[in-house]
């Protein structure tokens, strides 16, 4: 196994943060919810409050800034959930897409066969499945991880098809309108993020694998003979994006696939993985597929899924790298690297040291006295004119402190506080989220300091 980061890699993260307080944390400031929780919960799925949607938004308009509006070389599509069930079979996912699972006779717990190692028995928490005498492990069997449904108004005359286990099939039955409409020659891309539906059954570990998440997913179509510089070209494009987003190189690294992990279609695959609480694991998978796909769908379809230049008449299938992302599972890795705990003045406080292009809120708008009429409508004005351009809040509510721990905890970078002296020279102060310093700004001048504040690059201080 050879890993490629040219930083540290500690082999377990040192961090004050476990997967414990980010579920805590996430149901106590609404930004995670354990799904239908009045009826007991259902297992690997979850709900997203209000500041897991802002932050979960974020994440993706950040990724599609990075695909598509950053570059001239990359459209977008939104295809269906629900495909053609030929779809999945051509695509191999109809034979191929399980896992190879096993039960316990005893403890009636079900495992991964390729996990023994990493699992723990059911009733032997210390133990793996099969190490014990109590245990009894029946052989492993193939279980098919897409979700069938039926179309049609009645079940005998219905059809049965599949909640897509990946968006990536939507792109290939798409490549010709694309290619033709959009008039786009290889190399060229073609960027989706949407639903996606896996029947998993191993633990979840809270949002990092459920049963329904998001993907973002781009697949580039290259001339064959450019598809490997064009993978190693998206490895390091992809590994940059979330560098550039705040999280800490030590806590990334690339690990390319053996051969014999490789998926049915791949040539060749490398994870960016992150060191979750869990330990290292993937974010994201950059593969590339070859021909596989194009020419599956053209033998299925019997629709010609090539490029042909027009001039010279030339035609090739063309070879697709694709990187692809878990948008819950990229959000996941923000929140964790985000997390920090500090003492200040003998009081400890929990703060998410989030990117401010990803923060849910970007600033708190906070009038010191809230009882007092005068900073209150001051303060009033200043967030009416901030909520036209940014996700700003107001908030009067209680003691100050507590009012900054709350924004502490959601990750928002700035504090904007009006009190005596605003009312005396219309100047606010700025606190900043992680370094707690304090500016002194004209309130006049507040909306231009904020859109400087969110544009500048950033750096996570957690690095030191
Ligand atoms: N089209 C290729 C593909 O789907 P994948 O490695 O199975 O590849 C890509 O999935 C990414 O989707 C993963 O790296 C992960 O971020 C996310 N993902 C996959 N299964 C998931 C699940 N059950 N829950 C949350 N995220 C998942």
Known sequence: MRYLSGSLCPPVSTDAVTMDKIVSLSKRRGFVFPSSEIYGGLGSSYDYGHYGVLLKDNVKARWL??????????????????????????????????????????????????????????????????ETAECDLTEARQFNLMFRTRVGAMEESGVDVY??????????????????????????????????????IT????????????????????????????YRYWVAERLAWHVRYGVRESH???????????????????????????????????????????????????????????????????????PALGVNRSMLAFL????????????????????????????????????????????????????????????????IGRRYRRQDEIGTPYGLTIDEQTLEDETVTVRDRDSLEQERLPIGGVRARIGELLAADWRSPKVG
């Not at 992990?261 to 060191?275: F, M, N, P």
């Open 163 to 200: 909640l897509r286990p990946e968006t990536a099939q939507g792109i290939f039955i798409n490549f010709k309108n694309v290619a033709s409409i959009a008039r786009r020659k290889p190399p060229f891309g073609i960027a989706q993020v949407g639903k996606s539906f896996r029947n998993e």
């Open 252 to 322: 990334l690294r690339v690990r390319p696939h053996e051969a014999d992990e490789l998926s049915h279609y791949s040539r060749g695959t490398s994870d960016i993985e992150y060191l979750f609480p869990i330990g290292w694991s993937e974010l994201e998978g950059i593969a590339n597929r070859g021909d596989f796909d194009l020419t599956q769908h053209t033998e299925a379809s019997g629709t010609k899924l090539e490029w042909v230049d027009a001039g010279t008449g030339e035609r090739f299938v063309p070879h697709v790298v694709e």
């Open 65 to 130: 800034e990075a695909m598509v509006r950053e570059r001239d070389d990359i459209v977008a599509l939104d295809s269906s959930i629900i495909l053609h069930p030929e779809v999945w079979k051509a695509s191999g996912h109809v034979g191929g897409f399980s896992d190879p699972l096993v039960d316990c006779r005893l403890c009636k717990q079900r495992f991964r066969e390729d996990h023994l190692e990493t699992e723990r028995c059911g009733k032997r928490p210390s133990k793996k499945p099969g």
């Open 203 to 230: 633990p979840g570990n809270f949002i990092f694998r459920t049963l329904e998440f998001e993907q973002m997913e781009m697949e580039f179509f290259v001339p064959p003979a450019e598809a490997d510089e064009w």
């Open 336 to 399: 964790i690297d985000a997390y920090d705990e500090e003492v200040v003045g003998e009081r400890q406080r929990t703060v998410l040291r989030l990117h401010p292009q990803l923060a849910p809120v970007k600033a708190a708008v906070l009038p010191l006295v809230g009882k007092d009429a005068a900073m209150v409508e001051m303060a009033r004005s200043l967030f009416e004119e901030l909520r036209r351009h940014h996700s700003v809040e107001y908030d009067d509510n209680g003691a």
